[in-house]
């Protein structure tokens, strides 16, 4: 239990449906993260919010919106997907950087996707 | 930040010290080196990090080299529940701001009976 919680934890949706995932976390951070990691493929970075300001954006796709609507909440909306879409996408959290504690990132378990 | 090379894959007898190697010859004077884990379709695992100092915690050390062109995790009683992928990530950290980690394809670990 990292204190980064994810829901849902598998999803299956069409390519015409709406949908969101939902991260939670309870440590107290000020930075939140999107991850995806598809089949046999390094864990790419989507998104990066510090401080509710989203502060990294890696030409990701429009289909995919995230919403960072206060430190201890991240979404991430889903529309029009493809099947390329399907993978498992993590959420992290942590502190901003500080020589002192660091800034470890907290994973939370992931939401399997599967577009069919 | 600064590209790494890990070997792909390593095996280690449950029991034994686990040692990870990581290159980073390209790493500037500012970068920390990283390491986390992913055990299985679970969300990656911090395990340690540091700048040029040998580091311990309680669950691996991190040796780097003097030069700082390469470092080592070590394991030091492998179980089976230290198999996982282990990534080993270079990045400059400024203080204030959010980390941004980039994931390489990570050496996978298995400990056997």
């Known amino acids: 239990e990292t204190g980064v919680t994810q829901t849902p934890r598998h999803l299956v949706m069409g390519m015409t449906n709406k949908k969101s995932l939902k991260c939670e976390q309870h440590?107290?951070?000020?930075?939140m993260y999107w991850y995806k990691q598809s089949a046999k493929k390094p864990l790419e970075l989507m998104f990066v919010?510090?401080?509710?300001?989203?502060?990294e954006n890696n030409s990701v796709p429009s289909r995919f919106s995230p919403e960072c609507p206060n430190s201890s909440h991240l979404f991430l909306h889903l529309h029009t997907l493809q099947p390329e879409d399907s993978a498992l996408y993590l959420c992290?959290?942590?502190?901003?950087?500080?020589?002192?504690?660091?800034?470890?990132?907290?994973f939370g378990p992931g939401t399997r996707l599967t577009v069919l | 930040d600064a590209k790494t090379t890990q070997p792909t894959s390593m095996d280690c007898a449950e029991g034994r010290a686990a040692n990870l190697p990581c290159n980073h010859s390209?790493?500037?004077?500012?970068?920390?080196v990283y390491w986390y884990r992913q055990i299985h379709s679970q969300g990656p695992q911090y395990i340690i990090h540091g700048l040029k100092n040998n580091e311990t915690n309680e669950m691996a050390s991190l040796i780097i080299t003097e030069d700082r062109k390469s470092s080592t995790l070590i394991l030091p009683h492998a179980t089976l529940r230290d198999t996982a992928v282990y990534y080993c990530i270079v990045r400059v950290a400024m203080a204030g701001t959010a980390s941004k980690l980039t994931f390489g394809t990570g050496t996978r670990l298995q400990v056997t009976l």
């Open positions: 390209t790493i500037s004077g500012n970068e920390y």
């Open positions: 440590l107290g951070h000020n930075a």
């Open positions: 992290a959290s942590s502190r901003l950087w500080t020589s002192g504690a660091g800034d470890t990132q907290y």
């Open positions: 919010y510090s401080l509710e300001e989203r502060v």
